[in-house]
């Protein structure tokens, strides 16, 4: 059974600062890979989708990559500013299955 | 990309009455799902819904307690049946075209006092 592991679990630091967030999974047959972002109680923003057959993606600040054969993944968010608070949840997709998530990396950027 | 609209985006319901949330999607699609996040964890998902069948509900989840409907490809419903305490959650829809990026409702914030 599929299982994603996401660390840390919470992470505070100040604005301008370079972070990784990291991902892992059990099962490396994943069709794709996504970061999500979440604002307290509302919906998930896609931020970044890797196909089973890429290494890394790239959008604005937010630099994601996939080693498939190691089960991991990576979020790099660089020069973090207050608006990237938020909760970052990482979901993969099988064959059969709707996404599976890990339970998110709680981000607090102070200014 | 799709863009699915949810509502209600938040309720405040006495226990043991029924809540029914919406999602329309901009687009036909072939699956959506429903998922729920109770407070502090993540996503999990309650049940498939493929349009012209019945849902496929996940171990812990009963039709009797979140039946769906899924009349048409671009619509579907979630009924919180029932309500207690236990079932204040957000709730979301998504839909992910077939393997490719998947997409969410902006979540329903139930709250069951």
């Known amino acids: 059974k599929q299982e994603v592991t996401q660390i840390p679990a919470a992470l505070s630091v100040p604005e301008g600062e370079n972070l990784v967030l990291n991902c892992s999974f059990t099962d490396s047959a994943i069709y794709n890979l996504q970061w999500f972002r979440q604002d307290p109680g509302k919906g998930l923003t896609s931020l970044l989708l890797i196909q089973s057959s890429q290494r890394e993606q790239t959008s604005g600040r937010l630099n994601a990559s996939l080693d498939k054969s190691s089960g991991r993944s990576t979020l790099y968010i660089a020069a973090s500013q207050p608006g990237d608070s938020a909760t970052y949840l990482c979901?993969?997709?099988?064959?059969?299955?709707?996404?599976?998530f890990g339970k998110g990396t709680t981000l607090s950027v102070s200014s | 990309s799709a863009v699915i609209s949810q509502k209600p985006s938040r309720d405040i319901c006495q226990r043991g009455t029924s809540l029914t949330i919406q999602c329309q999607v901009d687009s036909q699609v072939t699956m959506m799902f429903w998922y729920r996040q109770q407070p502090g964890q993540s996503l999990t998902l309650i049940a498939t819904a493929n349009q012209g069948s019945e849902a496929t509900y996940e171990s812990g989840f009963v039709i009797d307690k979140f039946p769906i409907s899924r009349p048409n490809l671009t619509f579907s419903t979630l009924t919180v049946s029932n309500m207690s305490p236990e079932d204040s959650s957000i709730y979301l829809c998504s839909t992910d075209r077939g393997h490719s990026e998947a997409f969410f409702g902006q979540g329903t914030r139930l709250t069951v006092v």
């Open positions: 979901a993969v997709n099988q064959a059969g299955t709707a996404l599976i």
